[in-house]
């Protein structure tokens, strides 16, 4: 069985990075640049029916709650604006980056999403990402390398849920002891890949190992863990039952005090359905 020396080695010898979608890119560039105008991106994503039908479908969810059917794209930005516009449409490229993975690692990326909206409204996450929007997203990419990782070397992956279950450590250990990189670190470059802000690149690669973070990032690296703690415990696991423990240490950093949590878990369980729907939606495939 090969074991890598780095994510280097790993990269170089096992796969590409995977592109995000050229038609998202160009939308989030217009979006960034000072120039660029609503009604440009709304256009430029009118031009992909896939990708005018994931955006529809999602704006229209119960996710974001509107009171109005919205019909098109150009509707959807007027109502929600640019930072909405460019989040659904980097929510649309994640979930199409997840078509084929098992429907427990959709699931979880899914509670792990729920929760970590949860933590941005009850908790003091909110006061570190400018909406719960974005909170939403790291939770649902948190994981994105492991879904890498079943498409690539499958194999490897049965061996460390295997070895996860045997020995009863997380799952980043075991991957570490068989493969030699974590998902997380993945997850990382591919973040940085997709030319992500640094917030995804830190955040994502930080959340199991918070030495990756940069101070300004680790509070919310620490949220993901909540988060992904949260959504394993209700249920909503990779593996069950999920074996790892928040050291008091992240606990602390992440800001989540008893009172908290309890608010943020009454907030998880009353959007359980939004899980189903998150998970239906990924797997649902186009009309």
């Not at 101070?215 to 949220?223: D, E, K, M, P, S």
Request: a negative charge; proline letters at 5%.
């Amino acid at each position: 069985m090969p074991k890598y020396r780095d994510i280097e080695e790993f990269l170089d010898e096992v796969v590409s990075l995977p592109s995000m979608p050229g038609v998202v890119s160009e939308v989030r560039r217009i979006l960034d640049d000072p120039d660029g105008s609503l009604s440009d991106a709304a256009d430029k994503i009118a031009l992909d029916p896939a990708l005018t039908f994931k955006v529809l479908r999602l704006v229209n969810s119960a996710f974001y709650g509107l009171r109005q059917q919205v019909t098109s794209v150009r509707h959807a930005a007027t109502l929600l604006g640019a930072k909405v516009l460019k989040n659904l449409c980097l929510t649309a490229a994640v979930f199409e980056s997840m078509k084929g993975s098992p429907e427990r690692l959709i699931r979880h990326a899914a509670g792990t999403a729920t929760a970590m909206r949860a933590l941005a409204l009850e908790g003091p996450l909110g006061l570190l990402l400018p909406s719960a929007d974005e909170a939403f997203i790291l939770g649902l990419v948190h994981d994105i390398g492991k879904m890498l990782l079943y498409t690539v070397v499958p194999d490897l992956v049965a061996e460390t849920e295997k070895l996860t279950m045997e020995r009863r450590i997380p799952m980043f250990r075991a991957e570490h002891e068989l493969i030699g990189i974590d998902h997380a670190e993945l997850g990382a470059r591919l973040a940085l890949h997709w030319k992500l802000d640094d917030l995804y690149v830190q955040a994502v690669g930080g959340h199991h190992e918070l030495a990756r973070c940069s101070g300004a990032y680790t509070a919310i690296a620490c949220n993901i863990t909540v988060a992904d703690y949260i959504a394993g415990m209700c249920g909503h696991g990779v593996t069950d039952p999920v074996w790892f423990e928040i050291p008091d240490a992240v606990w602390t950093e992440s800001g989540v005090d008893g009172p908290c949590a309890i608010r943020v878990m009454s907030s998880y369980l009353s959007d359980l359905s939004r899980i189903d729907e998150l998970v239906t939606e990924v797997m649902q495939k186009e009309a």
